[in-house]
């Protein structure tokens, strides 16, 4: 009933930009805190980057200064605009949405099935 749809991973060069852009659709009341979070080979899945409804926002250490989250409410997308692109950021980028699906309900966790972003030469 609801989907996240991740768009934008691919292959770029250290020091390259990607953005990645992610649209919640389905049963959908509202969307509480929307993030971004990475699984790269042989490590633990973190959360890169977190927003508040009202665009608060939060970063793993780091990609503080490189790399940026946002949201359109309206839209109901969320986007990590990623700058100075490092290798160590190449993982498989997971959209999170809390997803409230009627009136007085408690959200509930969706996820992505995740796009790949490479940073190699």
């Known amino acids: 009933q609801v989907q996240l749809v991740e768009s934008g991973g691919g292959l770029v060069q250290p020091g390259g930009s990607l953005r990645l852009s992610c649209a919640a659709s389905?049963?959908?009341?509202?969307?509480?805190?929307m993030g971004w979070y990475r699984q790269a080979p042989g490590k633990e899945r973190e959360l890169v980057a977190g927003?508040?409804?009202?665009?608060?926002?939060n970063y793993v250490d780091s990609v503080k200064g490189r790399f940026t989250i946002s949201r359109d409410n309206a839209k109901r997308t969320v986007s990590l605009e990623m700058n100075s692109l490092k290798p160590e950021d190449t993982a498989v980028y997971y959209c999170?949405?809390?997803?409230?699906?009627?009136?007085?309900?408690?959200?509930?966790?969706?996820w992505g099935k995740g796009t790949l972003v490479t940073v190699s030469s």
């Open positions: 389905g049963s959908i009341f509202s969307i509480n805190a």
């Open positions: 927003i508040t409804r009202a665009g608060s926002t």
């Open positions: 999170n949405a809390n997803v409230v699906k009627n009136w007085g309900d408690n959200g509930m966790d969706y």
